[in-house]
């Protein structure tokens, strides 16, 4: 079905200065907003950002029917604006909203929402280094009832923020060996609320602790690496590139694959295989070199300075010559026009 979106523009525009903001703090000036009832999407709009009036049964409150996307558009080197890997985010949206048992948005409506928000609001797109509009598409059930229920009603939205660097620092994390983010058949692969609200205490706890953040691990044992943060983890050892396989309970990051075929592309061996702390442990007592990095949308590269593990801090390499920083480069290259892109990742706003 067609959907014809209509927008309806703040009279009077105004940019904030948003240079020195933290992430996601300042909404640009417009949101997209659908309503889902009667088994259908209705009434898309491009609206002036305002709050929400939701009801207090609203099941989305009480049962955690919500599940969302992160991406970012760029301008690139010849100040076209590029909305970086689009399809793939819409894949990811879908299975999220499948494993949550929610409606799709089909891909046309998904996409035209993203590029008219985003061509509306481009002034808000910061122009410098790191400097992106972070695009946040989610949904919410709406549906008023207090009982345990798949809701009938739902409200797709885009809300956009201007965004710079993620992390100032390299991080410090350590190794999780206590508590749990998704164990295997929960909804780990899903981009679910609950997902996000589950890892604040063991992060907190880490954080109290000195940590940046933590390095969670399987649900079984504590034993194989899983991801951190809002990240995928990412090693390099032995001129091997090594990152846990989606084995169920991680996300399937846009930016994991998105280097891990940058990777391949440029000869670098990669390995998507468990890794076990232990595997670590070897690899600094033997004086390796050990890169390790997190791979996410907000923070692109982030390098990893040390792993704490079982109360021991193991260095990881930072130096210039890392592989993490020749990928984060080309990645940059491809996404600004620099590079060929081969893949089709880029989404350039007409
Ligand atoms: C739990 C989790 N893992 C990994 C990632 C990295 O995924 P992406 O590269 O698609 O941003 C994210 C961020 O979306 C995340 O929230």
Redesign the pocket.
């Known amino acids: 079905m067609e959907h014809t979106i209509s927008i309806s523009a703040q009279a009077e525009r105004i940019v904030t200065d948003t240079s020195s903001l933290p992430f996601g703090k300042i909404p640009t000036e417009h949101m997209f907003i659908c309503e889902y009832a009667d088994g259908g999407w209705q009434n898309p709009r491009i609206v002036p950002f305002h709050d929400l009036t939701l009801n207090p049964m609203a099941l989305c409150l009480h049962y955690g029917q919500t599940v969302f996307?992160?991406?970012k558009a760029f301008y690139m080197d010849d100040g076209r604006v590029n909305i970086f890997r689009m399809d793939k985010?819409h894949d990811?949206f879908t299975k999220s909203l499948h494993r949550m048992c929610m409606p799709e948005v089909p891909k046309a409506l998904f996409e035209a929402a993203i590029c008219k928000l985003v061509a509306l609001d481009v002034e808000w797109i910061p122009r410098d280094g790191d400097g992106a509009l972070y695009i946040r598409p989610f949904m919410i059930a709406t549906e008023a009832r207090v009982g345990v229920k798949i809701a009938d009603e739902y409200l797709f939205m885009v809300v956009c923020s201007p965004t710079f660097q993620y992390y100032s620092h390299p991080l410090k994390v350590k190794i999780e060996n206590h508590f749990v983010?998704a164990a295997e058949g929960g909804t780990?692969t899903a981009?679910c609320g609950g997902?996000?609200g589950g890892?604040f205490y063991p992060t907190q706890l880490a954080k109290d602790e000195g940590y940046d953040q933590v390095l969670w691990t399987d649900s079984k044992n504590h034993e194989f690496i899983e991801?951190?943060?809002?990240?995928?983890a990412m090693f390099f050892i032995d001129n091997v590139l090594v990152t846990p396989p989606l084995s169920g309970s991680?996300?399937?990051?846009?930016?994991?694959?998105?280097l891990l075929a940058i990777a391949r592309e440029t000869g670098v061996a990669v390995e998507e295989r468990s890794i076990s702390y232990k595997e670590l442990v070897r690899a600094f007592e033997e004086g390796k070199r050990v890169e390790a990095f997190g791979?996410?949308?907000?923070a692109v590269v982030a390098p990893i300075a040390s792993i704490a593990i079982e109360g021991t801090e193991y260095a990881c390499y930072l130096g210039d010559d890392a592989l993490m920083y020749r990928l984060k480069h080309q990645l940059f290259g491809i996404r600004k026009g620099l590079a060929p892109d081969n893949h089709g990742w880029n989404c350039i706003l007409k």
Do not use: F, W
């Open positions: 996307e992160g991406m985010h990811r983010r780990g981009k997902n996000y890892a991801e951190s943060g809002t990240m995928n991680i996300l399937d990051g846009v930016t994991r694959d998105s791979a996410g949308t907000a």
